[in-house]
């Protein structure tokens, strides 16, 4: 069993940044691909973006790509993610997965990943 518990969500207005922290509570965690989804009111949840486990492979959705980042520091199970050039739409609850059986695959699909974090609302305002 992994826990993740994510951090850094907050209320931001368009144009701004955030950065959002996910820590793990095992060191199994380095071998993990790790991804960040959104789900937004009314909408289903999906992938924002995804790394390796050694950060050699990262992979964002269109909708982020160029404006966000994902990076992870295993010697502190933490993975992050940097986002830069904020807007409304990026608005949603932000959750930091894990796919325990993928190290290198960066999987897209949320019924992929085992293990989930709480969630930590972001909020953009125009």
């Known amino acids: 069993q992994v826990q993740l518990v994510e951090s850094g969500g907050g209320l931001v207005q368009a144009g701004g940044s955030l950065r959002l922290s996910c820590v793990a509570s095992?060191?199994?965690?380095?071998?993990?691909?790790m991804a960040w989804f959104r789900q937004a009111p009314g909408k289903e949840r999906e992938f924002v973006s995804g790394?390796?486990?050694?950060?050699?492979?990262?992979y964002h959705s269109d909708s982020v790509k160029g404006r966000f980042t994902i990076s992870r520091d295993n010697a502190k199970n933490t993975v992050y993610l940097q986002m830069n050039s904020l807007k409304p739409e990026d608005t949603a609850v932000y959750y930091c997965?894990?796919?325990?059986?993928?190290?290198?695959?960066?999987?897209?699909?949320?019924?992929?990943?085992?293990?989930w974090g709480q969630g930590t609302q972001v909020s953009v305002s125009s």
């Open positions: 095992r060191r199994t965690f380095s071998n993990y691909v």
């Open positions: 997965a894990a796919d325990p059986l993928s190290s290198v695959l960066v999987r897209t699909a949320a019924r992929e990943y085992e293990y």
């Open positions: 790394i390796s486990w050694n950060g050699a492979r990262t």
